[in-house]
């Protein structure tokens, strides 16, 4: 079990390092230049000897392997650097944005995993073959549907023709409604369908039977040692799934103009601020990292078999 656990600590941090080389690879090889853009602006007035001190500065001229030490460096004594575009550090920037963010991927998450559950329970319970092939083609409808297109539609069926929740002036949890529906529908697809499927193996296995030929009912039985069964294998796709959170976050917050940091992004782009994009995509692989290798750590507890697998080969 020790073994098991330090190796997925080190692909944790090997990801977490991967994360960071491709992405200022990536940034160094957009075309043009933040600096240039902030400081050749015509309103500042400065000269072209002011912009090559302020590039000094800033180290804009070291060598590329000279750069990445410096900022790998950075990152690794718990410092983000400055936003050159903005004028602040990075880490005021992120902390801004970043609590509503969270808030509201932690719901669409967990709104996700209700509804598929639901609707994993219902095609499997339900007595009805139309009601059932409905439920099971459910997911497929709803990994269809683009996150920008289902929150315009949210937006003008809830707040325009039914007139239940607000665009302009909706509270602090009223105004996360839209969003976390828009975000937790795609993503609930493919988590059902995954339970779905586990659902149907597990139920083909002897223990079942047996539980059944005991006089115990389908709905119990279904509760008791199928979903435990079962659960395994949507963990592992709902670790992989939360990663989307994150980067759906960039559509979302633009369709219902919220403020978190999928705006942050945007403008980041926009501006090339390199320093606020190399810190988002850290955040964004360490959120990931942590989810999956919690997912990873509870899957021996949940199910037996790994546990006593890798007690054995520590």
């Given amino acids: 079990m020790a073994r098991y656990i330090l190796t997925r600590l080190l692909q944790a941090v090997f990801v977490l390092w991967a994360a960071f080389t491709v992405s200022f690879i990536l940034l160094q090889a957009l075309p043009g230049d933040e600096i240039l853009i902030k400081f050749e602006n015509p309103d500042l007035g400065l000269s072209k000897q002011q912009i090559a001190d302020i590039r000094l500065a800033y180290g804009a001229d070291v060598p590329l392997h000279q750069q990445y030490l410096f900022s790998l460096g950075r990152v690794l004594s718990g410092q983000l650097g400055n936003s050159i575009q ?34 994993a329970f219902l095609a499997t319970l339900t007595p009805f073959a139309f009601l059932r092939s409905l439920l099971r083609g459910l997911p497929s409808l709803f990994i269809s549907l683009p ?81 435990r069964n079962a659960v395994p ?58 989810v999956n290798l919690s997912v990873d750590l509870a899957m021996p507890i949940l199910d037996p078999r790994l546990r006593k697998a890798f007690g054995g080969a520590s």
Avoid: C, Y
């Fill in 147 to 227: 996150v920008f297109w289902l929150g315009i539609v949210l937006i003008q069926v809830f707040s325009f023709q039914l007139k239940l929740i607000p665009v302009i002036g909706a509270g602090p949890w009223e105004g996360l409604v839209l969003p976390v529906l828009a975000l937790a529908i795609p993503i609930s697809a493919p988590l059902a369908q995954v339970l779905m499927r586990s659902i149907d193996e597990v139920e083909t296995q002897g223990f079942v039977a047996v539980a059944r030929a005991k006089g115990a009912s389908r709905r119990w039985v279904l509760w008791r040692h199928v979903f």
């Fill in 233 to 290: 294998p949507t963990l592992t796709i709902g670790g992989v799934l939360f990663g989307e959170l994150l980067a759906g976050a960039v559509v979302t917050e633009t369709v219902f103009g919220l403020n978190g940091l999928g705006r942050l992004t945007e403008q980041a782009v926009n501006l090339q601020d390199a320093a606020i994009l190399q810190a988002i995509v850290l955040i964004a692989a360490l959120g990931f990292v942590l």
């Fill in 86 to 119: 903005r004028g602040v550090p990075v880490i005021d920037a992120i902390a801004a944005n970043l609590p509503s963010t969270l808030r509201w991927t932690v719901l669409g998450f967990v709104t996700a995993a209700s509804l598929a559950l639901v609707i």
